[in-house]
């Protein structure tokens, strides 16, 4: 599965962006999808998941209530809206695609197969 993400910029804090994980392969429906963002200097930490059907979903505390994580298995795509961003949330954005955490998400790196390029998103206070 290749994934690739999409959908990052400069943008001011306060603002809304959405980003998109989309694959041409039919299969993204049998995976969980994670994002995943690393901030400048620091380790990666997790975001948001989704799991196959979109019935589960959970968030990092740092971003629940203002990030909202969805997907689209006819289109093949998954999706993180990000509203209300604050400068810490400047990073470069992963999503990752996980076989074996697929009725849940996972927020754990090693339970995903696959993972897309990264985006960056860059917020100014």
């Known amino acids: 599965v290749q994934l690739q993400a999409s959908g990052g910029g400069l943008v001011q804090a306060g603002d809304s962006l959405r980003l998109s994980c989309s694959t041409s392969?039919?299969?993204?429906?049998?995976?969980?999808v994670g994002w995943f963002r690393r901030p400048l200097g620091k380790d990666r930490e997790f975001v948001a998941a989704?799991?196959?059907?979109?019935?589960?979903?959970f968030y990092a505390d740092s971003v629940n209530g203002r990030f909202t994580i969805s997907r689209d298995n006819a289109k093949g795509t998954a999706y993180l809206q990000m509203s209300s961003l604050k400068p810490e949330d400047s990073a470069v954005y992963y999503c990752a695609a996980g076989r074996a955490t697929s009725y849940s998400g996972s927020s754990d790196e090693e339970e995903y197969d696959y993972w897309g390029q990264g985006t960056q998103v860059t917020v100014s206070s």
């Open positions: 989704i799991s196959w059907n979109g019935v589960t979903t």
């Open positions: 392969e039919p299969t993204l429906a049998d995976y969980a």
